[in-house]
């Protein structure tokens, strides 16, 4: 018997491309789901919340694939960082996150034959002590705009991050070990093996592996 066919529900290159490292083929299909918290919601809800919405709407559209989602939520003091609206608030994000501790939650769901899973996966990442300066230019690329937080742990020019302590892969938008267990639970094996595939990515380590 065949793998069912598999599909994206996220428009993220970086999604993408996280998946690309294990060796998988997919398309891509994304459906608009409104992310507004709901009133009290604590962020481990709220992206466990809004990726099964995200992987629910396209499975309507592909009932025989099996479909993957994901969201991902920077988190510091209580406070949820999304992605900033503006220049301006990309700036007042990386200042507030500078030289300090936060954390991303990255939710992961697969759906397949009328069954979801989720899973979530919780990273503490330390920000360096960036200059004001770097922030500028950091944020004059555009980059940041489209990223939760306002950051990209794996831009080399402005190298964010100090340190982390989780899943790297998380960080940038998808647990790659999450992600391909659910996804062999559902039928669709990832070809490359997680953890080689981690460190092409952090050129340093995987937490997998390091368990």
């Not at 599909?7 to 398309?27: C, M």
């Not at 831009?155 to 302590?165: H, L, M, T």
């Amino acid at each position: 018997m065949s793998a069912p066919s598999f599909v994206l529900a996220s428009r993220s290159p970086r999604r993408r491309e996280l998946l690309g490292r294990l060796g998988l083929d997919f398309t891509v299909d994304v459906a608009d789901v409104d992310e507004s918290s709901l009133p009290g919601e604590p962020p481990e809800a709220l992206v466990c919340r809004l990726c099964r919405a995200k992987a629910a709407a396209v499975a309507e559209h592909h009932p025989d694939a099996v479909v993957l989602a994901a969201d991902t939520i920077v988190v510091l003091d209580g406070v949820i960082l999304g992605k900033p609206r503006d220049p301006l608030e990309a700036v007042a994000m990386l200042s507030a996150l500078r030289d300090r501790v936060h954390v991303v939650y990255t939710a992961v769901c697969v759906i397949h034959a009328g069954r979801a899973a989720t899973r979530l996966s919780a990273t503490g990442v330390t920000m360096r002590a960036y200059t004001d300066s770097e922030i500028k230019a950091y944020v004059e690329t555009g980059d940041p705009l489209d990223k939760a937080g306002a950051y990209g742990i794996q831009d080399p020019r402005f190298a964010p991050v100090a340190e982390w302590d989780g899943c790297y892969s998380a960080v940038m938008g998808l647990p790659l070990g999450l992600a391909a267990g659910l996804l062999a639970e559902a039928g669709v094996v990832a070809p490359q093996e997680v953890s080689a595939a981690c460190r092409s990515i952090t050129g340093d380590r995987c937490c997998l592996a390091d368990e």
